[in-house]
């Protein structure tokens, strides 16, 4: 239920910046969601598109960039991709642990017509 709480966040934001902008129509809305962030790329756009109907929201064209989930070795700092049981830093071999890249969700950017 949050990446419906989420969604309708997005749609009100970009409602809010058209209306202080002056515009009628948005073209455009760019979202990024991370592997690990909790929340699924498909259903925020799926409730994005419902409630943006009868909005200036409403034809406006999705973008999602999805972000991979990355680790961080705590000895060398390095940052590398989360893999399917495989946690080793490839530059020193310590266990990474899990790096806030991944984990993020937002709206970047909004664009009108």
């Known amino acids: ?7 309708k966040d997005m749609v009100e934001f970009a409602q809010a910046k058209a209306v202080e902008l002056g515009k009628n129509s948005v073209a455009k809305v760019l ?4 592997e ?3 929340y699924s790329a498909d259903t925020i756009v799926m409730y994005f598109k419902e409630l943006a109907e009868g909005t200036v929201c409403e034809n406006a ?3 999602v960039t999805n972000v991979k989930s990355m680790l961080e070795c705590p000895s060398c700092g390095k940052i590398f ?4 049981m495989e946690y080793a830093c490839p530059v ?3 266990e990474g642990v899990p790096s806030k890249i991944g984990t993020e969700v937002f709206l970047e950017d909004v664009v009108f017509e």
Request: overall charge positive.
């Open 31 to 34: 979202i990024t969601v991370g």
């Open 61 to 63: 064209e999705i973008v």
């Open 1 to 7: 239920m949050h990446d419906y709480h989420k969604a």
């Open 92 to 94: 020193c071999g310590v």
């Open 36 to 38: 690990s962030s909790g």
């Open 81 to 84: 991709p989360r893999k399917l």
